[in-house]
């Protein structure tokens, strides 16, 4: 069965430090892969997503950006961290087709100060 | 107009009663459309997901959907504490990514 990884599962950052997220996928191969973000009390905004390794699509233009290094590796990055960027994290993967399900890891808190 | 619009809540039902859940969209393009349940601290569970015009039982959970109308709803049977969480709408509208409404907090009373 698949299995997804997220890491860490908090962090408290101040503002203008780096930031690396990771998530990890096990028991599929070329998955789809995501990163929504969460804030408190609202709905789910995504963030990137990929289809496969190096390739990497932007919903939101602002000071993150997304990598694939390998193709059950997504990770999610920042040089300097804004208090905005406080929220849930949440990587998803999906088996792709047209009638894609999306399946969520455990999500990373961050707080930022 | 928002694109995926759900009541946030709560909804206070009591334990064994029927927790109706609506959620109203935008896009007529929309394909598939998923509920997504989420307990406060966690990430979003799937629990259901329907393509087609009608109904779809999964236990106690049944989705029904009306793309005429553009709506999805979610109805819980035999409603438990345990089923006390958010609940997300989520639709495929083909741009890849899901796009979710805010959710409905749902309240079992024991």
């Known amino acids: 069965s698949q299995t997804i990884h997220q890491w860490p599962a908090t962090l408290v950052q101040p503002v203008g430090s780096p930031l690396s997220l990771e998530c990890t996928v096990e028991?599929?191969?070329?998955?789809?892969l995501y990163w929504y973000r969460q804030a408190a009390g609202r709905g789910l905004q995504l963030l990137f997503y990929?289809?496969?390794?190096?390739?990497i699509s932007s919903e939101v233009p602002q000071n993150l950006s997304a990598s694939r290094p390998q193709d059950r590796q997504f990770i999610l990055s920042s040089k300097k961290l804004l208090l905005s960027d406080s929220g849930f994290y949440l990587c998803?993967?999906?088996?792709?087709?047209?009638?894609?399900?999306?399946?969520f890891g455990p999500g990373t808190r961050l707080l930022v100060l | 107009q928002k694109e995926v619009e759900q009541n946030s809540g709560p909804l206070s039902v009591p334990e064994g009663a029927i927790a109706s859940l609506n959620c109203t969209y935008s896009?007529?393009?929309?394909?598939?459309f998923f509920w997504y349940r989420q307990y406060s601290g966690k990430s979003p569970e799937l629990i259901m997901f329907?393509?087609?015009?009608g109904d779809k039982e999964d236990g106690r959970f049944t989705a029904q959907l009306n793309k005429a109308s553009q709506y999805v709803s979610l109805l819980i049977r035999d409603s438990q504490p345990s089923d006390s969480a958010t609940y997300l709408c989520?639709?495929?509208?083909?741009?890849?990514?899901?796009?979710f409404g805010s959710g409905t907090r749902l309240q079992v009373q024991p």
């Open positions: 998803a993967w999906g088996s792709g087709g047209a009638e894609e399900t999306q399946y």
């Open positions: 028991g599929t191969s070329n998955p789809n």
């Open positions: 990929s289809v496969g390794i190096g390739q």
């Open positions: 896009d007529r393009g929309s394909q598939s």
């Open positions: 329907i393509y087609s015009n």
């Open positions: 989520a639709l495929d509208t083909g741009r890849r990514a899901l796009t």
